[in-house]
């Protein structure tokens, strides 16, 4: 591995850490210094449980990241195969169906590696937040590849929410992951949209540059 790959691969790493489990260590410290500077006695049910989901958020963040650093999956396997062995694993550990539909791409056609792991994060990072927070039993995602652009899907049937207050909706439920992911697909000259409805469930469409 030449400098410049160890360079890519230093900085791709500080880019995952910094978009995950930092922003939920960040938020965990302003919780609970919130709770020690209220004026009140106890601390509620509600609260101790929200604590534990972030700490649960930032051991799952982790455990990626040192999984992939133990690892090459995508180099190995292929964005597509990995894709399936990520689903295949979610679906032994979790009460949930995920259909997978693909349309122009093959393990043997290589994308520019910054896109394809961005494809896989995103898919990674929207299912995690799907059993985490939708209630949904399926989901349902589309991978689809054109001359100019690439799309991801994925949808779910699950409780929705209102999409008027998306921004106060990520901080809330400590969608961090995903806000990084909206960061790293704005910065490649992608889309990405949420549409969403109360208890109609939620769409995540990322549009991206084809980089071939």
Do not use: W
């Amino acid at each position: 591995m030449n400098h410049k790959m160890i360079e890519e691969n230093k900085k791709e790493i500080a880019r995952e850490i910094h978009d995950g489990p930092l922003q939920t260590g960040l938020y965990i410290s302003r919780r609970l210094k919130q709770l020690n500077d209220s004026k009140q006695n106890t601390v509620r049910n509600e609260e101790i449980t929200e604590i534990q989901e972030l700490i649960n958020n930032l051991n799952d963040e982790l455990r990626t990241i040192c999984f992939d650093l133990r690892t090459s999956i995508l180099k190995n396997k292929g964005l597509i195969d990995s894709i399936s062995v990520l689903m295949e694993e979610i679906m032994k550990k979790e009460s949930i169906v995920i259909f997978f539909d693909v349309e122009g791409f093959s393990n043997s056609l290589k994308l520019e590696e910054k896109i394809e792991v961005t494809i896989f994060r995103i898919i990674q990072e929207g299912i995690r937040n799907i059993v985490r927070h939708s209630g949904s039993k399926k989901v349902e995602i589309k991978l689809r590849q054109k001359t100019k652009y690439i799309e991801i899907e994925l949808k779910d049937f699950g409780q929705g929410f209102d999409i008027t207050i998306l921004e106060k909706y990520f901080l809330e439920h400590n969608h961090f992951g995903l806000i990084g992911m909206r960061e790293r697909v704005q910065n490649l000259g992608g889309e990405f949209i949420i549409m969403s409805h109360p208890r109609e469930g939620t769409v995540l469409q990322v549009i991206l540059p084809n980089q071939k």
